[in-house]
């Protein structure tokens, strides 16, 4: 393992005790030491109200997380809009989008229900979801697990009918790991008159997004972006957001709410940019606490760095694997997917729920967080993680620990 990366992001920076293994981001991503310092120092300044101030203490706040949140993506920040998480920003684009009765939303089978409700909720305006599988298999009885060189995005494709308005996927899939390429979606929609939309959440932090011909993408924080639960971000191509309701109040009028106590008068009630999707106050210390975690990400080389230490990791996990009868065909299995670059962080082990439980269960003794969704054992490396991770869950899983 000698040859692996050392952490991009150097352990010291998290709270995490040797003997603990966090393959869980998947979940919850763990808070970085310096984010909680902000939490606290911004707390502090809570506690006496009168200290507050203004701008540099919750307009900056908000201003700053904007700035880096599009840093780490590659937009600008005039699209980005500060959410609460993933669901309240697809929910800004299914309550917003000016639909007509009849018209269709599309969406992969096995969403998370963040990309599905919002989607189902519609029917009362008659609009209509329909739910395409990925793969050959991925709807049978006994499901079959992804394999490379499968077509996800042109089954998609080749799905749109001409009442579908909206097409909304996930990314990364929460449970067989599975990542789309949203070049080719983009490209595809477009071309096509329909508006792409991305569940964000399992990629951010992790993996370089492409948002040419996408129309909206949001994220929750609190995984591989390794901020607060309760902020989000959305990001909206701006012709797209001018055909949304805009949902904001008085932090979203196109100059600063003023604190002298009279407003400004504009014949614009809403900001172009992405405030004007914003609710009311935020929740000033989530947004400080993912701020200061961006920036870390930004700092250790961003997306493109991420990704590649994560995959050399994921490559090296599976190559000790594919060494083991038990396991070679499953490590086959994902290897294909990682090289095709057909997933992201996470590798999703298709097991029988007697071996995962099993492993569940030994993972504990081994200080090794994991978890399981829909029949996959869900392993997700990110920037702390480096060789003695690796050996560790490769020492776990073939019961040589
Ligand atoms: C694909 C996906 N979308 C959304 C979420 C969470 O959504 P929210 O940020 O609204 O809590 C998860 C959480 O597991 C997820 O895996």
Excluded at 17 to 29: I, L, M, Q, R, T
Excluded at 111 to 127: H, I, K, M, T
Excluded at 385 to 395: W, Y
Aim: glycine share 10%; hydrophobic share 40%.
């Amino acid at each position: 393992m000698s040859h692996l990366p050392s952490p991009l992001l150097p352990r010291e920076w998290f709270d995490m005790p040797a003997g603990v293994y966090w393959f869980s981001h998947c979940k919850d991503g763990p808070l970085p030491r310096a984010s909680a310092a902000a939490v606290r120092a911004l707390m502090e300044t809570e506690l006496r109200p009168w200290e507050v101030r203004w701008s540099e203490d919750f307009l900056d706040v908000q201003r700053s997380l904007r700035q880096v949140g599009a840093t780490l993506l590659g937009v600008v920040e005039q699209d980005i809009s500060l959410v609460t998480c993933t669901s309240s920003g697809l929910e800004a684009v299914a309550l917003g989008y000016p639909w007509q009765d009849g018209d269709e939303v599309l969406l992969p089978l096995g969403e998370f229900p963040s990309n599905r409700l919002p989607w189902l909720a519609l029917a009362r305006r008659g609009v209509d979801c329909r739910e395409v599988p990925l793969w050959e298999g991925q709807a049978a009885p006994v499901t079959a697990a992804p394999v490379a060189g499968m077509t996800p995005e042109q089954r998609l494709l080749e799905a749109i009918g001409p009442r579908t308005r909206i097409m909304a996927v996930s990314w990364v899939r929460y449970q067989d790991g599975v990542r789309l390429d949203l070049e080719k979606l983009g490209r595809g929609c477009r071309e096509r008159g329909v508006h792409l939309v991305v569940d964000g959440i399992q990629g951010a932090g992790t993996m370089v997004a492409s948002f040419e011909g996408v129309s909206a993408f949001a994220t929750g924080g609190h995984k591989g972006l390794l901020g607060l639960q309760g902020q989000g971000l959305l990001w909206t191509d701006p012709a797209f957001r001018q055909q949304l309701l805009p949902l904001g109040t008085w932090l979203s009028a196109p100059d600063d709410f003023s604190q002298g106590g009279t407003q400004s008068q504009s014949d614009e009630l809403w900001a172009a940019d992405g405030r004007r999707l914003e609710a009311g106050s935020p929740s000033i210390l989530s947004c400080a606490a993912l701020a200061s975690s961006l920036r870390l990400l930004v700092e250790c080389g961003g997306t493109a760095a991420l990704q590649r230490h994560i995959v050399s990791l994921q490559r090296a996990l599976l190559s000790r694997l594919a060494q083991d009868a038990r396991w070679a065909a499953e490590a086959a299995r994902l290897d294909a997917l990682v090289r095709a670059d057909q997933l992201g962080s996470t590798l999703s082990f298709a097991l029988p729920t007697r071996q995962s439980d099993e492993l569940l269960r030994t993972a504990q003794m081994h200080g090794i967080s994991t978890s399981t969704r829909e029949g996959y054992l869900r392993i997700a490396f990110h920037g702390w993680h480096g060789a003695t991770d690796v050996e560790r869950c490769a020492a776990w899983l073939l019961g040589t620990a």
